[in-house]
């Protein structure tokens, strides 16, 4: 579904990510781990389009997707839960998650998938006419979350999901991921949260220093003594 | 009839006109985040398309405005699309505040005015219309203004009124309110975020050419007549805070306001510099101007 070849990309020239390849298949859950500052969030941005590559391509569903506009790489299927959430602090909930599906396609899905998202976030239906800056850590990850999937990606990818959130909302928020891949979606999750990530993943990438050093299955990659040591502390 | 009283009358009448033209910067800044500095050269241009058009066919410029307006909508989405974007994607890789496109407008300012300038001389131009020369009376004949600066008031609103409404009820200004609230996040969720800048600016300037029919009916038409009115309404959405249609109104209205209620004790010149002495000390002690909200995060 999503493949990526010796991607490499940076900020004004200094390049960060040096030359990842990956992959990502239909209907599995695909996890990057990896310190701070190891690359993975500006590798999220430049397959999103929100910066330039200077080498290598993205591909997605067998079109390549680098160098056009975030926009239109959310138009072919892939919906980003950026890091940080990045809500429209000053609209409502459900504002949020219209603007999630403001594309032709997903317009005319608006109704069936609002009421969806509201069964799988029923704290959301609550809220529903709050501003999302109003919102607790937990409340803002579930509209981030849910907007994305308004978008009816094929492919989500969720940039530190659990960043600020309490341990309880944490495994939360790893039991929807479960649940949005059991319905079909896939999805690229990028992660500090080493352990609890690469448990429920069906694929594993660690990246040190802007580039893959490690592959295999999720559990596998957890049994490793290097990266127990390096990432779980035991 | 009370002097102080159809003072405030005059000075409201005043502010709306203020708040017309003030409205339209206002909304580009909102959503576009550029100061557009040729705002003044713009109304001053669209004042002459009525000057032409009036003396030309005897097109009233209230009546002209129904064709100016979209005509400068297109040409505030043509300036965005084709030269303020390429000049805030290039900028947008390197820095985070757009300056070039902000020293791009002050350019286009000097611009306009020059190439009007030299086409129509300065020499000041009146536009004889009927609002113009016809007079509403009121209390006895206490109150008198020309027609045009009533319709200048109403129109105050109902413009106000479609911004907010395009902006705060359709799909459209949700799209736009999310561009202006996180551009990334609203690329991401498959906005045409340039796109929608160009229209919040067509629509800046489509508000600003209907301000601009008030203003050639009741004012001069000259090409110098953008510094008069430019000026103030950056003071005026300033005041009232950068991006607030609410905030516009209010700022024109208190501008008015000093003018014709201060200006019955002292000299209407110090009058008028003390609607700057107003706007200093409301920039000290609210930064983000009457109405303006500090961005939520």
């Given at each position: 579904?999503?493949?990526?070849?010796?991607?490499?990309?940076?900020?004004?020239?200094?390049?960060?990510?040096?030359?990842?390849?990956?992959?990502?298949?239909?209907?599995?859950?695909?996890?990057?781990?990896?310190?701070?500052?190891?690359?993975?969030?500006?590798?999220?941005?430049?397959?999103?389009?929100?910066?330039?590559?200077?080498?290598?391509?993205?591909?997605?569903?067998?079109?390549?997707?680098?160098?056009?506009?975030?926009?239109?790489?959310?138009?072919?299927?892939?919906?980003?839960?950026?890091?940080?959430?990045?809500?429209?602090?000053?609209?409502?909930?459900?504002?949020?998650?219209?603007?999630?599906?403001?594309?032709?396609?997903?317009?005319?899905?608006?109704?069936?998938?609002?009421?969806?998202?509201?069964?799988?976030?029923?704290?959301?239906?609550?809220?529903?006419?709050?501003?999302?800056?109003?919102?607790?850590?937990?409340?803002?990850?579930?509209?981030?979350?849910?907007?994305?999937?308004?978008?009816?990606?094929?492919?989500?990818?969720?940039?530190?999901?659990?960043?600020?959130?309490?341990?309880?909302?944490?495994?939360?928020?790893?039991?929807?991921?479960?649940?949005?891949?059991?319905?079909?979606?896939?999805?690229?999750?990028?992660?500090?949260?080493?352990?609890?990530?690469?448990?429920?993943?069906?694929?594993?990438?660690?990246?040190?220093?802007?580039?893959?050093?490690?592959?295999?299955?999720?559990?596998?990659?957890?049994?490793?003594?290097?990266?127990?040591?390096?990432?779980?502390?035991? | 009839?009370?002097?102080?009283?159809?003072?405030?009358?005059?000075?409201?009448?005043?502010?709306?006109?203020?708040?017309?033209?003030?409205?339209?910067?206002?909304?580009?800044?909102?959503?576009?985040?550029?100061?557009?500095?040729?705002?003044g050269a713009m109304l001053m241009a669209s004042?002459?398309?009525?000057?032409?058009?009036?003396?030309?066919?005897?097109?009233?410029?209230?009546?002209?405005?129904?064709?100016?307006?979209?005509?400068?909508?297109?040409?505030?989405?043509?300036?965005?699309?084709?030269?303020?974007?390429?000049?805030?994607?290039?900028?947008?890789?390197?820095?985070l505040e757009p300056t070039s496109v902000m020293?791009?407008?002050?350019?286009?300012?000097?611009?306009?005015?020059?190439?009007?300038?030299?086409?129509?001389?300065?020499?000041?131009?009146?536009?004889?219309?009927?609002?113009?020369?016809?007079?509403?009376?009121?209390?006895?004949?206490?109150?008198?203004?020309?027609?045009?600066?009533?319709?200048?008031?109403?129109?105050?609103?109902?413009?106000?009124?479609?911004?907010?409404?395009?902006?705060?009820?359709?799909?459209?200004?949700?799209?736009?309110?999310?561009?202006?609230?996180?551009?990334?996040?609203?690329?991401?969720?498959?906005?045409?975020?340039?796109?929608?800048?160009?229209?919040?600016?067509?629509?800046?300037?489509?508000?600003?050419?209907?301000?601009?029919?008030?203003?050639?009916?009741?004012?001069?038409?000259?090409?110098?007549?953008?510094?008069?009115?430019?000026?103030?309404?950056?003071?005026?959405?300033?005041?009232?805070?950068?991006?607030?249609?609410?905030?516009?109104?209010?700022?024109?209205?208190?501008?008015?306001?000093?003018?014709?209620?201060?200006?019955?004790?002292?000299?209407?010149?110090?009058?008028?510099?003390?609607?700057?002495?107003?706007?200093?000390?409301?920039?000290?002690?609210?930064?983000?101007?009457?109405?303006?909200?500090?961005?939520?995060?």
């Amino acid at each position: 579904m999503l493949k990526i070849n010796e991607l490499r990309t940076g900020y004004n020239g200094g390049e960060i990510v040096h030359g990842i390849s990956l992959e990502v298949p239909d209907e599995k859950i695909v996890a990057i781990v990896g310190g701070n500052g190891a690359g993975k969030s500006t590798l999220i941005k430049a397959i999103t389009g929100l910066i330039p590559t200077t080498s290598g391509t993205v591909e997605f569903d067998g079109e390549k997707l680098t160098g056009l506009a975030p926009d239109k790489i959310m138009q072919k299927g892939v919906c980003l839960v950026p890091e940080g959430r990045q809500l429209f602090p000053n609209m409502t909930v459900e504002e949020n998650l219209d603007i999630g599906s403001c594309t032709k396609e997903a317009k005319k899905h608006r109704k069936e998938n609002l009421e969806e998202m509201f069964e799988i976030f029923p704290r959301l239906l609550e809220r529903r006419k709050q501003l999302t800056g109003t919102l607790s850590g937990g409340e803002q990850q579930m509209v981030a979350t849910a907007r994305a999937l308004m978008g009816r990606p094929k492919l989500l990818i969720m940039d530190e999901p659990s960043w600020g959130l309490a341990p309880i909302l944490v495994n939360e928020m790893f039991q929807t991921i479960k649940m949005v891949r059991d319905r079909g979606t896939a999805v690229l999750i990028v992660e500090q949260n080493v352990g609890h990530t690469l448990a429920m993943s069906d694929w594993g990438y660690v990246i040190e220093n802007g580039v893959v050093v490690m592959q295999d299955d999720g559990n596998r990659l957890l049994q490793d003594e290097g990266l127990k040591k390096a990432y779980l502390g035991i | 009839m009370n002097n102080i009283f159809i003072a405030i009358l005059h000075g409201l009448i005043l502010g709306g006109a203020y708040s017309l033209i003030a409205v339209g910067l206002s909304v580009i800044f909102g959503v576009v985040r550029i100061i557009n500095f040729s705002h003044g050269a713009m109304l001053m241009a669209s004042a002459f398309a009525y000057y032409e058009l009036f003396t030309r066919f005897n097109v009233d410029p209230f009546f002209a405005m129904f064709f100016i307006a979209p005509a400068f909508f297109i040409i505030g989405f043509l300036l965005q699309k084709v030269i303020i974007r390429p000049l805030l994607i290039r900028e947008s890789a390197s820095v985070l505040e757009p300056t070039s496109v902000m020293l791009f407008t002050i350019g286009l300012d000097y611009a306009i005015c020059n190439l009007y300038l030299m086409i129509y001389t300065s020499r000041y131009k009146t536009l004889n219309t009927w609002s113009y020369k016809n007079y509403f009376r009121a209390f006895d004949n206490s109150f008198v203004t020309q027609y045009s600066r009533i319709i200048a008031f109403i129109l105050c609103f109902v413009v106000a009124f479609g911004l907010w409404f395009i902006i705060n009820k359709t799909e459209l200004g949700k799209r736009i309110r999310a561009v202006s609230q996180n551009r990334d996040a609203a690329a991401l969720c498959g906005v045409d975020v340039h796109t929608t800048y160009g229209i919040a600016f067509g629509l800046g300037t489509a508000a600003l050419a209907i301000a601009g029919a008030a203003m050639s009916s009741f004012y001069l038409v000259s090409p110098s007549v953008g510094n008069v009115f430019g000026t103030k309404s950056f003071m005026i959405v300033v005041l009232g805070g950068l991006g607030s249609i609410p905030g516009a109104i209010v700022g024109g209205m208190i501008f008015g306001l000093i003018e014709q209620v201060i200006a019955q004790f002292i000299p209407s010149t110090m009058a008028s510099m003390l609607s700057f002495a107003v706007f200093l000390i409301v920039l000290v002690l609210m930064p983000d101007g009457l109405l303006g909200s500090r961005k939520r995060k």
